[in-house]
């Protein structure tokens, strides 16, 4: 997300929202329709408007006690957390990480 940049630090709150967003049971088509509550094309663009928007249709992520007063720098590592999440869930990924591109052969195998 332009604007955000994450740390080791960042870790924890990931993983935070990451729960909470399997805590709430988040399907692929819900996770599509919480992507675009993050828009920020549907309101005035105000920092976090798209996050508070979320919080709002999904209760159990305001139970991690985020602070959609906050700084908007965290508000914009926040959204960017979300998307990230969001749109993982809406392709069925569920993991993330780095695949070979062309597999591995065993040895001996041609």
């Known amino acids: 997300m332009p604007g955000s940049s ?3 630090g960042d870790a924890a709150l990931y ?3 990451a729960q909470g967003l ?3 049971g988040v399907t692929a088509a819900g996770a ?3 992507s675009a509550e ?3 094309a549907l309101g005035s663009g105000a920092p976090g408007e798209g996050v508070r928007r979320l919080l709002v ?3 159990a992520l305001g139970a991690l006690g985020l602070s959609v007063e906050s700084e908007p ?5 926040l959204q960017g957390m979300l998307t990230t999440l969001l749109s993982g869930i809406a392709s069925g990924r569920t993991q993330s990480g780095m695949m070979p591109a062309a597999p591995q052969q065993r040895s001996g195998e041609r």
């Open 38 to 40: 993050l828009n920020p």
């Open 32 to 34: 599509a329709a919480l």
């Open 6 to 8: 994450y740390g080791p």
């Open 15 to 17: 993983d935070r929202l």
């Open 57 to 59: 249709s999904l209760p």
């Open 73 to 77: 720098q965290l508000l914009r590592k």
């Open 22 to 24: 399997r805590d709430a």
